[in-house]
């Protein structure tokens, strides 16, 4: 049974930092990208950072140079660094791992997500 699981969101004002986790079960972390999306009341879930299997990362534009995304495989875990936090950051945060399966295919897992509020 696959899960994934955020943890680390909380209040912040704005210019600070915070830490995003996910814990991933089931082994799959290894042969899975892994990406953080976020969503914010009345928007569209936006993707926000990108870790592919081989360690390549991507960014959007809007948190380039401030997140900073990162795999720890032997751990089973996933990193998102927040610095220079902005209130239009606010959301929530959902961490997502897409499963390579060698006969199934690509399988998307989400985790439940973890309410990131930046004040001004």
């Known amino acids: 049974q696959v899960q994934l699981v955020e943890s680390g969101g909380g209040l912040v004002q704005a210019g600070g930092s915070l830490r995003l986790s996910c814990a991933a079960s089931g082994s799959i972390l290894s042969m899975s990208v892994m990406r953080w999306y976020r969503q914010a009341p009345g928007k569209q879930r936006e993707l926000v950072a990108t870790i592919t299997t081989g360690g390549s990362t991507n960014y959007a534009d809007s948190v380039k140079g401030r997140f900073t995304i990162s795999r720890d495989n032997a751990k089973n875990m996933v990193y998102l660094q927040m610095n220079s936090l902005k209130s239009e950051d606010t959301a929530v945060y959902y961490c997502?791992?897409?499963?390579?399966?060698?006969?199934?295919?690509?399988?998307?897992?989400w985790g439940p997500g973890t309410q990131v509020t930046v004040s001004s």
């Open positions: 997502n791992a897409a499963y390579q399966g060698l006969i199934t295919g690509i399988r998307n897992y």
